[in-house]
């Protein structure tokens, strides 16, 4: 709904009766999803089919057989598992308008609360898998752009790791400027790019129709059966054509799902295949030498403006993954999956624009460490498929419960279609698994890192609330105490910060023994993640009065949302509480944690859990309360 700007006779415009309007906004967010959406599916041609062709014929000789399957594989993968599975079912899966791993976690969790630790622990997964791909995907897709050069002039060849470490040390310092400003440049040039490779395969498809043959399903079975220990191991090359569907539906709630629609049926998709077909057309006339297709087949004077335009791509690629990870990390943190991190906004207009400085540096780290150790892209292409199959398998889980909890689908719809999806998926990780001594380690202990840290965060909090609880004193009955035998009453109000509104929170309790006073107003606050993207205003505050001395509130975010602790105070104005910052005090606890061997968890787990903490981001700015208006009093806790 749009509000025409005349003053105070300000009227609603209805957009459905111009749709001219809605036209125009769809046209601009298809741009928009072009750039950030399928940025990297759309740079995966210029490895994809070359690492098959390699796989499948053992060599830089492929024959004709080899040819057509695995032009089929990558045609009717991108069928079915884009086209078919995310396009068709798991777009409709979204969270009150939001997508992605966590997203589609906290809907099936919250329809599913008798096995909620199951589904979180089934959400952790696909979570550390995604950051198993954001490394990974920076890494290959400049690498593999800059190594473009070298079919210009073998003698570039010392100077391709160097540049890729130049671009993507570029990369990652503008990060902090925020991408606003960049992302209105990268819709018209990824259309440029889908373009350009759509044409360049055009142009060898007209020189030899008959590769047009590869569309029928036959070539795929001869291929499997003729082969099946090779095509075992080339279908884990093939996948490197679909990476990147997940980010369809992680970008989801940043343009809608038309729009995402729209851009895949009409460009993104028909360009793809154009240029994989030509590719075959291309390996085909040269005798099944398999060499760099992608390049070679843009002779002359297209050949440079290919791989500059390449290298463009692949950093918009690689700019919306990195962006991912800060949208999926700060999901993390309001999950309580991972402790507080600095959150900078890079845009006053939209919430989405953020910068992680803790998150853009291990990045950055890990990114240039692989492209250091691997140096090639087709020996990273090794490590990329594990996290992305991965990610795709608990997508498909959790996708079986919404159908069957949330959708109501019949039990055999749901199973059919699940048990679909799960073949291929489970095929896809499979032939990907073998090569975790090729490279795939380096998806996986990425992954793996990030899981320990989540279940370490996630079990040390619980055992920590926990023990917390067990020391101390029922509000209700403290609050009653002190009604009854009030201590000295000084002015103003007291906010209390604490995650447990039941219990007199540790601040409170060592204001009362060091100070022996207590404010007039005394507001206990508690701060809670519901299971959806946005929270409206009208349900962002609950008020209980515990007594004259006391009131509990609650303030309820969004786990897409920043928590802003004063403007959501503000809203209590209207339901009774005079509220004014500058006569208010917040009271923070700030724990010294100690490991302790009786805490439930293993002494090496209570000391991750203890340097967690201590990485946390400082809860006066997380919450963004005015520095000037917080207390906070320390206690040292063992675990």
């Given amino acids: 709904m749009a ?23 769809t046209k601009v967010l298809m741009l928009g999803a072009l750039g950030v959406v399928y940025g990297d599916i759309g740079t995966s041609p210029i490895y994809a089919f070359r690492e098959a062709l390699v796989a499948s014929s053992g060599g830089n000789v492929a024959d004709r057989g080899d040819i057509l399957g695995v032009l089929s594989l990558i045609i009717w993968s991108l069928t079915i598992i884009v086209t078919i599975k995310y396009i068709n079912f798991v777009l409709r899966a979204d ?17 599913f609360p008798t096995r909620s630790a199951i589904i979180l622990g089934i959400g952790i997964v696909g979570a550390s898998l995604f950051f198993g791909d954001a490394v990974i995907t920076p890494a290959i897709s400049v690498l593999s ?35 606003g400003g960049v992302a209105l440049i990268f819709g018209p040039i990824t259309a440029v790019w889908f373009l350009a490779i759509g044409l360049s395969g055009l142009n060898h498809i007209i020189a030899d129709p008959e590769i047009l043959l590869a569309v029928s399903p036959h070539y795929i079975v001869a291929f499997l059966i003729n ?9 884990g090359a093939i996948f490197l054509a679909v990476t990147g569907a997940e980010a369809l539906y992680a970008d989801l709630g940043h343009f809608g799902r038309k729009p995402i629609v729209l851009a895949w049926l009409s460009i993104v998709f028909p360009c793809l295949l154009l240029n994989y077909v030509g590719q075959g057309a291309f390996v085909l006339a040269n005798g099944g030498t398999v060499g760099h297709p992608f390049f070679e087949m843009n002779q002359g004077w297209t050949l440079i403006p290919m791989v500059v335009l390449a290298t463009a791509a692949t950093v918009i690629a690689s700019q919306a993954v990195i962006s991912g990870a800060f949208s999926l990390t700060r999901q993390a943190v309001q999950l309580n999956m991972l402790p507080r991190l600095e959150i900078l906004h890079t845009s006053e207009k939209q919430s989405g624009q953020i910068y992680m400085p803790r998150v853009n540096l291990l ?75 090729e490279g795939g380690w380096a998806s996986l202990a990425v992954a793996f890192t990030i899981i320990l840290a989540m279940w370490t965060w996630v079990r040390g909090s619980r055992y920590l609330f926990d023990k917390t609880r067990r020391n101390e004193i029922p509000l209700d009955f403290l609050a009653g105490n002190l009604l009854k035998k009030k201590p ?21 309790m060592h204001s009362l023994k060091h100070y022996k006073v207590l404010h007039e107003q005394n507001v206990i606050l508690s701060v809670v993640t519901a299971p959806q993207p946005v929270v409206p205003d009208s349900d962002r505050v609950k008020m209980e009065t515990v007594n004259e001395l006391f009131m509990r509130v609650t303030l309820t975010f969004g786990y897409m949302e920043q928590p ?32 302790s061997p009786n805490s439930g968890m293993p002494v090496w787990q209570d000391r991750l859990f203890i340097g967690l903490a201590r990485t946390a981001a400082d809860a006066t700015e997380y919450f963004q309360i005015p520095t000037g208006r917080v207390v906070e009093i320390g206690t040292q806790v063992a675990i």
């Fill in 95 to 111: 969270n009150r308008g939001e997508g992605g791993v966590l997203s589609l976690m906290a809907l099936a969790r919250g329809s």
């Fill in 3 to 25: 509000l025409a700007n005349t003053g105070s006779e300000a009227e609603p415009v209805d957009q459905s009766s111009h749709p001219e309007i809605e036209q125009h906004s």
């Fill in 227 to 235: 082969s099946p220990d090779v095509a075992f191991v080339t279908i």
């Fill in 363 to 437: 990045l950055a780290l890990v990114v240039m460490l692989l492209v250091v150790g691997f140096g090639e892209s087709s020996k990273l292409a090794s490590a990329y498929g594990i996290s992305v199959t991965g990610n795709m398998l608990v997508t498909t889980v959790l996708l079986y419960v919404v159908m069957t909890r949330i959708w109501k689908w019949q039990l055999w719809v749901a199973v059919s279609m699940t048990a679909l999806f799960a073949f291929i998926d489970v095929g896809f990780f499979a032939s990907n698994i073998v090569k975790v001594f």
């Fill in 488 to 508: 000295q009453l000084v002015s103003g109000t007291a906010v209390f910060l604490t995650s447990d509104p039941l219990s007199a929170p540790t601040a409170l």
């Fill in 145 to 179: 752009a800059v190594e473009g050069m070298n079919v210009v002039t073998p003698t570039f060849q010392p100077y391709v790791v160097p540049l890729t470490l130049v671009i993507l040390a570029i990369l990652f310092s503008v990060q902090r400027f925020g991408t």
């Fill in 564 to 595: 802003n602790i004063p403007r959501a105070l503000a809203i209590c104005r209207k339901q009774g509480w005079k509220f004014d910052i500058m006569t208010t005090s917040f009271f923070l606890s700030r724990r010294s944690l100690k490991a």
